[in-house]
């Protein structure tokens, strides 16, 4: 989408799509920052306290699910475990 397209949209509610490899936590956390009214939004503070909640959890928990980057080509260069 063209930032012509994205500037109509924004006002109408439109919002990115979770991206597939992004944590519904993490995707919760970038929506509450794109809230219209700026003092909806988190405070720095607020943003702070839940990454490093986030970042304590991660041995446990994967935020962003780069497994199905697996296959993925980049520039016509095959991208796997066994040519890494």
């Known amino acids: 989408m063209s930032c012509a397209e994205l500037y109509e949209k924004l006002p109408t509610g439109y919002?990115?799509?979770?991206?597939l490899n992004c944590d519904d936590e993490v995707y919760g956390l970038m929506y509450q920052c794109w809230k219209n009214r700026p003092y909806d939004r988190p405070t720095f503070s607020q943003l702070?306290?839940?990454?490093?909640?986030?970042?304590?959890?991660?041995s446990s928990r994967n935020y962003v699910n780069t497994a199905i980057f697996d296959d993925f080509k980049f520039a016509n260069i095959d991208v796997n475990e066994e040519e890494a």
């Open 15 to 19: 919002r990115m799509e979770k991206p």
């Open 48 to 58: 702070s306290i839940a990454l490093e909640r986030m970042c304590d959890a991660r």
